[in-house]
Structure formats: C-alpha cells, structure tokens
C-alpha cells in the first residue's frame, strides 16, 4: 500500500469513510471557483470521482492521494498526480493538483503534500517531468507552483470552458525536496 509520512501528514489511498468529508470539500463554492466550470459537486459525484481517482492509482501506479491530518486525522482533500487528459496538447504528461477543505488553507499543507507528492513522483515511479495546469487567476495554486520551483512553459485555453490556463513543469531530475 502506497502511504507517505511528512511531519504533519498522511498520504494515502481512499476509504470509504472519506466520502463524506470529501463531498462537504467538494460543496463548497469556495474550494470548486477555480475547478472546471466553478460548479460544486455533489455526494454521488464525489463518490463517482473517488472511485476514478482509485481506478488511475490502479492502472498508473500513481494517483491522487487522500491527504489526512496526522494529528487529527482529519480529511484534509487531496493533493497528487493524474493523466491530464482533458489538455491533448500536453500530453504524454504527468499533471500534480490539489484541493483542500477551505479550513485547511493558510497553514502550508498543500505545499507540504506537494513536496512530498513531487518526491514519490521522481523517487518512487521515477518520472522525470512533472507539470501543472492551472487557471489564470488561481493565486492560491499559482504560490504553490512557484514555491516547487516550477516554470512556465505554454498557456493556453481549456478546451472545453474556454478559460485561460497556464501549464507549469518541473524537471524532477533537478528537484531539491
Ligand atoms: C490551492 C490550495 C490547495 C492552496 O492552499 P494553501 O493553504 O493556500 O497553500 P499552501 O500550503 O502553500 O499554504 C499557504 C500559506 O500557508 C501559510 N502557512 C502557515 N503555516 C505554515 C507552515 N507551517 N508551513 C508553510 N506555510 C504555512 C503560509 O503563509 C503560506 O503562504 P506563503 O507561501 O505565501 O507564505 C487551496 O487554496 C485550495 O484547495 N483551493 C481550492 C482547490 C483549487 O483551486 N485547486 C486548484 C485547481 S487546479
């Protein structure tokens, strides 16, 4: 089973007991304003995207990890590696995201699970090239992608909501966790 310690978390594999907690996530119009359409997404979504997340950790042998608080154990969200498919353009490519409760922003937890994501990524499944897509305007993900070191590389358009995105990458090969 694929489980990181950093000091304050728990990168893990899904259970069941994270679909409610990870749907209160997914309500929030908060945490969804820089996520697809901006919609929020519901209890039988959230289970349908779990359920996604866990198929990729089976057919990549990497995947979104489930992000727990160790000293609470609370669910904080998520933060990970998926195929980007939605961007043709960029791929074959390996993307990082996050998304956390809105709770759990201010306190570095998302840059903590990104370190520790980008270290499993080069160490772990040895890719060499990580990337990230993110919205023009996302400065909450934008801060992070500038704390790991990542460039810019293109922007571009969502191919389907017609936003502006811009696509970041980072060769792990020079990556100082
Ligand atoms: C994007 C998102 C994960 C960012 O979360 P975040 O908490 O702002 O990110 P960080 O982990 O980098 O923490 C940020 C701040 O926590 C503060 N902080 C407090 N304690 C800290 C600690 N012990 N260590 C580090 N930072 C700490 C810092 O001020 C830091 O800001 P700084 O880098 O400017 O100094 C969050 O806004 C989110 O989930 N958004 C909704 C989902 C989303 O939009 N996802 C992206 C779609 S592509």
Redesign the pocket.
């Known amino acids: 089973m694929t489980e990181i310690r950093t000091p304050r978390l728990l990168l893990r594999r899904w259970h069941d007991d994270d679909l409610a907690p990870m749907a209160d996530i997914n309500a929030d119009p908060r945490?969804m304003?820089?996520?697809d359409d901006g919609s929020v997404r519901d209890l039988d979504h959230t289970a349908e995207e779990i359920e996604r997340w866990e198929e990729e950790w089976d057919e990549e042998g990497f995947g979104l990890f489930a992000v727990e608080l160790l000293a609470s154990g609370e669910l904080a969200?998520f933060t990970g590696l998926s195929v980007p498919e939605f961007l043709p353009e960029v791929m074959p490519a390996v993307a990082i995201?996050?998304?956390?409760g809105s709770q759990?922003?201010?306190?570095?937890?998302?840059?903590?699970a990104a370190h520790a994501t980008l270290e499993f990524a080069l160490q772990d499944r040895g890719l060499d090239r990580v990337i990230s897509?993110?919205?023009v305007g996302?400065h909450?993900?934008g801060?992070?992608i500038s704390?790991l070191g990542m460039v810019p590389e293109r922007e571009t358009a969502h191919p389907e909501y017609d936003y502006p995105l811009q696509v970041h990458t980072i060769d792990l090969t020079e990556f100082q966790a």
Not at 97 to 100: A, E, Q
Request: hydrophobic share 40%; proline share 0%; aromatic share 18%.
């Open positions: 945490v304003r820089w996520i969200g995201s996050w998304r956390l759990f922003w201010g306190q570095g937890y998302a840059s903590e897509i993110s919205q996302d909450a993900s801060n992070i704390k």
